[in-house]
């Protein structure tokens, strides 16, 4: 991968260009290149903070950059009420990285993630925060204590596993969850209200 200072883009005036392709398996690919004066092609803008600019989105560093060009496969999707975050597993690697959307932010972030980093996306899940794993049918949401306490109590009183008035409340729609914006090409968005309603959409470039 090639990058070019941002200090120099704008220097010389430099701009994006959109490419079009298609790969071996017939696929269409949109990506972004910057060509300067001697017609050498950069495939990002780096800052002087090190971060990455691209019109995909915003980069933590190189690193993050190129991972996003492997194959890779999405593990799992949390959706907050503010934000929306994305793990991945490279599959050649086996390293990963996080795409994270902001309600009022309109460009994803991208960052590298350690495998120990990949534990703790789980385990630090926060209060009405859902996770939804892709190709498994799994949805599971972390409540809020009242709800919780509530949950439990009315399990307790049918004698059933916690797990029957939870699958009641989703049906009817989880509150406060709301519907994230509509996001470009590179995003996974919340496509309903209702948990039964809520799937990933895939996008370019994470394809298999």
């Not at 699958?167 to 948990?195: D, F, H, Q, T, V």
Request: net charge negative; hydrophobic share 35%; proline share 4%.
């Amino acid at each position: 991968m090639k990058f070019i200072s941002s200090k120099r883009v704008k220097q010389e005036g430099l701009k994006e260009i959109e490419i079009n392709y298609t790969d071996d398996r017939g696929v269409n690919h949109v990506d972004w290149k910057i060509t300067d004066a001697d017609g050498v092609v950069y495939d990002a803008i780096i800052d002087d903070d090190g971060t990455v600019s691209h019109s995909s989105g915003r980069y933590s560093g190189p690193d993050a950059f190129e991972k996003v060009r492997m194959p890779s496969d999405l593990i799992a999707s949390k959706f907050g009420r503010y934000r929306e975050s994305n793990l991945y597993r490279c599959h050649d690697t086996g390293e990963f990285f996080e795409e994270q959307w902001f309600r009022s932010v309109g460009e994803p972030l991208i960052s590298s993630v350690a495998q120990e980093d990949a534990f703790r996306w789980f385990a630090e899940t926060g209060e009405s925060d859902l996770i939804e794993l892709p190709d498994t049918g799994f949805t599971t949401i972390n409540p809020q204590s009242a709800l919780r306490a509530e949950i439990e109590k009315l399990a307790a009183a049918r004698r059933c596993f916690v797990g029957e008035p939870v699958r009641e409340l989703l049906g009817e729609g989880i509150s406060g969850a709301g519907r994230l914006e509509e996001r470009p090409r590179y995003s996974w968005a919340i496509c309903g209200e209702s948990a039964d309603n809520v799937r990933a959409a895939p996008t370019a470039p994470h394809q298999e």
